[in-house]
């Protein structure tokens, strides 16, 4: 992050659905990572596969496959 803000991570399949929401709150600024178990919003495993992941920040959108 570079600089304090919000911070909203999610992850998507492929059909576009959303699968799980990893962060969705206010982060200081610097260097960090958040992870993923391969489980959705509630707790069940998801088949292996393309996700998608969405971080979005004030004015920054970042989408990359995975």
Excluded: C
Excluded at 48 to 58: D, K, P
């Amino acid at each position: 992050m570079p600089r304090k803000g919000h911070l909203s991570v999610k992850i998507y399949n492929v059909r576009g659905e959303l699968v799980r929401t990893l962060v969705d709150e206010t982060r200081d600024a610097g260097a960090g990572f958040v992870m993923w178990d391969g489980t959705n919003d509630s707790g069940a495993s998801q088949a292996s596969g393309v996700y998608f992941y969405e971080a979005r920040t004030a004015g920054d959108v970042k989408i990359n496959k995975m």
